[in-house]
Nanobody, 120 residues
Framework: QVQLVESGGGLVQPGGSLRLACAASGNIFRVRTMGWYLQAPGKQRELVATITPGGGTYYANSVKGRFTISRDNAKNTVYLQMNNLKPEDTAVYYC??????????????WGQGTQVTVSS
């Protein structure tokens, strides 16, 4: 059993900041790429950012320069620092991780989602 537990969502005014965290726990052999996705009401889930175990990152164009993804490999935790938030960033944010439970088995896991609302 593997679990991803997210924290850090909430209500913030435009221009404000939030930091999301997602910790993986359970039967973990190795954590590979971790990332964040968002899903706005009535829309499909879309990629926000990813980070490899070595620190290589990818960002969606809409968040470049405003969001920063990072990870603590010792804690199997990924973070998303969100600055200069805009109303259009309002969504449920989901953590995703590719996790190996043994040397030959790898699967995708998802967190439960955390609501981020940007409004004055």
């Amino acid at each position: 059993q593997v679990q991803l537990v997210e924290s850090g969502g909430g209500l913030v005014q435009p221009g404000g900041s939030l930091r999301l965290a997602c910790a993986a726990s359970g039967n973990i052999f190795r954590v590979r790429t971790m990332g964040w996705y968002l899903q706005a009401p009535g829309k499909q889930r879309e990629l926000v950012a990813t980070i490899t175990p070595g620190g290589g990152t990818y960002y969606a164009n809409s968040v470049k320069g405003r969001f920063t993804i990072s990870r603590d490999n010792a804690k199997n935790t990924v973070y998303l620092q969100m600055n200069n938030l805009k109303p259009e960033d309002t969504a449920v944010y989901y953590c995703n991780a590719e996790i190996m439970t043994n040397w030959r088995t790898s699967s995708d896991y998802w967190g439960q989602g955390t609501q981020v609302t940007v409004s004055s």
